[in-house]
């Protein structure tokens, strides 16, 4: 048996599962942007890729999918509508993510670094449901 | 010293850390351990009501349902499973539900990500040690 093999099939197939329901979530907010049903699953999808990511020591999907549950949390907490920059940003981290995360798999390791599109959808995610003075972005 | 059999409840929505658990649990020998898994805190404490001679659970936070933290409140709350020890596992985003949960009667706490080696040592502090042997 080749453990970190069987491992990775088993990431690979829960990765898919909530990258999956995170886009179903993602259309549901363009019709229903309060649908907090819908951020709970964009949450609870990140957090998990997070973690099963960081358990997996791939450094890069970690930090991306830790930014975006920690966005949709923010958006949750202060029972803020999604607006259009932040829906088209946290589908553009759901594709970021799925791209990163397949060629982890395919490599069998950490083999994706943060190239500089993806830092700049990081810098941004850090703003979404953040509330200033002007309202929430 | 005759080692006596203990039983060790897992809890984690993740299938990903469920099989991790169950590859680290095959590998560790110190003391033979039956381990059962849970997939939620409800899970959990049906499991535990089947087998309150449990002596560990190892209890993930962040769970759909009923929380991590829910469920030790429910676990010390019931006087047949008081005894049992309770770890936390969380990510370092969460380490305040952590100490939250450790002033609420968890014995220890677990930061993902974790390896094989830092899961066997705490088996150990917590199975074996004169420790575990303190209640």
């Known amino acids: 048996m080749r453990t970190t093999d069987d491992l990775l099939v088993v990431f690979d197939a829960e990765c898919r599962e909530h990258l999956a329901a995170m886009r179903r979530a993602l259309d549901t907010l363009e019709h229903r942007p309060a649908d907090w ?18 358990m997996m020591a791939l450094t890069a999907p970690t930090k991306l999918a830790r930014a975006l549950e920690q966005a949709a949390i923010r958006l949750h907490g202060g029972r803020q509508a999604a607006g259009m920059s932040a829906m088209a940003l946290m589908r553009e981290s759901v594709e970021a993510l799925d791209a ?12 994706v670094s943060l190239d500089s599109r993806v830092e700049r959808v990081l810098n941004r995610l850090e703003g979404v449901g953040v509330q200033t003075a002007a309202g929430s972005t | 010293m005759a080692s006596t059999k203990k039983r060790v409840l897992a ?125």
Request: hydrophobic content about 45%; some cysteine.
């Open chain 2, 11 to 135: 809890v984690d929505d993740s299938t990903l850390l469920q099989r991790m658990y169950e590859m680290s649990f095959k590998i560790y020998t110190t003391v033979p351990v039956e381990l059962a898994i849970a997939s939620d805190g409800q899970d959990a404490l049906t499991r535990l009501a089947e087998h309150p001679d449990t002596d560990l659970v190892l209890l993930d936070i962040n769970m759909p349902g009923m929380t991590g933290l829910e469920c030790l409140e429910r676990i010390r709350k019931e006087p047949a499973l008081k005894r049992i020890r309770v770890i936390l596992v969380s990510t370092e985003d969460h380490r305040s539900d952590v100490e939250r949960g450790v002033a609420a009667g968890a014995v220890a706490y677990l930061i993902k990500p974790f390896t094989p080696q830092q899961l066997h040592e705490l088996l150990d502090d917590m199975l074996v040690s004169k420790r575990a042997n303190g209640r």
């Open chain 1, 37 to 54: 049903n819908a951020v709970s699953v964009v949450v609870r999808g990140a957090h998990t890729i997070a973690g099963n990511a960081a």
């Open chain 1, 100 to 111: 990163m995360l397949r060629v982890c798999v395919q490599q069998a390791g950490d083999g």
